[in-house]
C-alpha cells in the first residue's frame, strides 16, 4: 500500500490542524494504521494509532486528549486531528499500516509532513 500524508504547515501555539493520509495501492480496511512523528535531532515516536475497522485507538501520553486519529474507509483516508498544539509538537508526521499480528517496521510508510508549531 501506498501512503500520502498531507495537511502540514506553520502553525502558532494553540492553534488546530489537521493531517490527513491517503492509501492506494491495496484494500485499506485491512490495515491497522498509525501517527508517528520525529522531532529534529530525536528518533521516530508513536503518536496514535487506530485499528483497521476503527473500532480502538491508542495514543501517546503526550498527546492524549489533544489529537484524535480517525479513518473513514470508503476514502482510504485517515486523519489526525491535532487541537492545542504546543511547540513540543513540531516535527515531521508520518502515516504508517500495517496488517493485524505484524510490527509497525513490517508495514508501509509516507513520506511525512512537515509540522510546525511557532510561539
Known amino acids: 500500500v501506498q501512503l500520502v500524508e498531507s495537511g502540514g504547515g506553520l502553525v502558532q501555539a494553540g492553534d488546530s490542524l489537521r493531517l490527513s493520509c491517503v492509501a492506494s495501492?491495496?484494500?485499506?480496511?485491512?490495515?491497522?494504521m498509525g501517527w508517528f512523528r520525529q522531532a529534529p535531532g530525536k528518533e521516530r515516536e508513536f503518536v496514535a494509532s487506530?485499528?483497521?475497522?476503527?473500532?480502538?485507538?491508542y495514543y501517546a501520553d503526550s498527546v492524549k486528549d489533544r489529537f484524535s486519529i480517525s479513518r473513514d474507509n470508503a476514502k482510504n483516508t485517515m486523519y489526525l486531528q491535532m487541537n492545542s498544539l504546543k511547540l513540543e509538537d513540531t516535527a515531521v508526521y508520518y502515516c504508517?499500516?500495517?496488517?493485524?499480528?505484524?510490527?509497525?517496521?513490517?508495514?508501509?510508510w509516507g513520506q511525512g509532513t512537515l509540522v510546525t508549531v511557532s510561539s
Open positions: 504508517a499500516a500495517v496488517m493485524d499480528g505484524r510490527s509497525w517496521n513490517q508495514g508501509s
Open positions: 495501492g491495496r484494500t485499506f480496511s485491512i490495515y491497522n
Open positions: 487506530i485499528t483497521w475497522r476503527g473500532r480502538r485507538t
